[in-house]
């Protein structure tokens, strides 16, 4: 009689990969998979009425700092407004306005102690910016109006489709800025979610 065959390390990786039910191979996506590891944030800042956008300071936006690891973050971007909107993400700008205040990066895994290496415009680390005036100079890499009646919600904007292909993979200690305005008084809101992944050299 054959002696049996030792398990071997792929025998035992394929096992763990396996539904113990069916014996069907169990398979995630990576972003699925960050969120188990802790490394998938969400942060988002939303208003009731936007208010009609004659000047810049009418828009609403999320500012932060990528940090300069190789941590980098790979985002999604949802923009939401009840009428016409103008959305815009920009890489790299500048501007002189003071925030009004800073909104959370949470973990999606609520059972992480895990921390987003993005800082807001004063370096504090976990947190963004929002409602800093609009920034100028560097690249515009998302220019889009949603539209639609003011009295339908508008469906997300800015390369927003769910998805990784549809991520954005942001620069190591670089500044971005997505901003939303409209030329009437809407609801709108910025949602950005994203997952942190050490880049291979």
């Avoid at 800073?102 to 992480?112: I, L, M």
Wanted: glycine share 10%.
């Amino acid at each position: 009689m054959a002696k049996p065959r030792a398990a071997t390390f792929t025998d035992i990786i394929l096992n763990e990969m396996a539904d113990d039910a069916t014996n069907a191979m169990k398979a995630i996506e990576f972003e699925h998979h960050q969120i188990h590891e802790g490394y998938h944030f969400t942060a988002m800042h939303s208003v009731a009425d936007i208010g009609a956008a004659t000047t810049p300071d009418d828009a609403i936006t999320l500012t932060f700092v990528t940090p300069d690891t190789t941590r980098w973050a790979h985002m999604v971007l949802l923009f939401n407004a009840v009428g016409i909107a103008l959305c815009r993400f920009r890489e790299g700008g500048a501007t002189g306005a003071s925030p009004t205040g800073t909104v959370a990066c949470f973990n999606n895994n609520r059972n992480s102690d895990n921390v987003s290496g993005l800082v807001d415009l004063s370096a504090a680390p976990g947190v963004i910016s929002y409602d800093a005036g609009l920034d100028t100079g560097g690249l515009l890499i998302v220019d889009e109006y949603i539209s639609g009646a003011t009295t339908n919600q508008n469906r997300a904007g800015g390369g927003s489709e769910s998805g990784g292909r549809f991520e954005w993979m942001l620069k190591q200690n670089t500044r971005y800025q997505a901003s939303i305005f409209s030329a009437a008084a809407v609801g709108a809101s910025i949602v950005l979610h994203w997952y942190e992944h050490i880049a291979s050299a």
